[in-house]
């Protein structure tokens, strides 16, 4: 049975920074692409970074790119996303979920094969 367990999130300032962890049973992250995703209260699910578990490569929405980092620990068959210079605007429950093969060429598409439960991340100012 395959799990992704989203953790990390928390309660930060303005400014603060918080690094959350998915990791997964189930599956081994040897060729995986790994996204996460965010929704926040009366918004749409939005994708903010992909990593390939394959070769490392990273891919990241617009709006975090240069604030967020995406990393994978393979023996730990884990990823972690380190959120820095968070924002009020940043608060919402993050999610990773995984599909097997690297990142595609739009990594934010809704129909990955697996999701984790969410991470609340609340920003206050």
């Known amino acids: 049975d395959v799990q992704l367990q989203a953790s990390g999130g928390g309660l930060v300032q303005a400014g603060g920074s918080l690094r959350l962890s998915c990791a997964a049973s189930?599956?081994?992250?040897?060729?995986?692409?790994i996204a996460w995703f965010r929704q926040a209260p009366g918004k749409e699910r939005e994708g903010v970074s992909c990593?390939?578990?394959?070769?490392?490569?990273?891919h990241y929405s617009d709006s975090v790119n240069g604030q967020f980092t995406v990393s994978i620990d393979n023996a730990k068959n884990t990823v972690f996303l380190q959120m820095n210079s968070l924002k009020p605007e940043d608060t919402a429950v993050y999610y990773c979920?995984?599909?097997?093969?690297?990142?595609?060429?739009?990594?934010?598409?809704?129909?990955?094969?697996?999701w984790g439960q969410g991470t609340q991340v609340t920003v206050s100012s």
């Open positions: 189930g599956l081994f992250f040897d060729d995986y692409a």
């Open positions: 990593i390939s578990s394959s070769d490392g490569s990273t």
């Open positions: 979920a995984a599909e097997w093969g690297p990142c595609p060429d739009y990594p934010f598409h809704d129909e990955y094969h697996y």
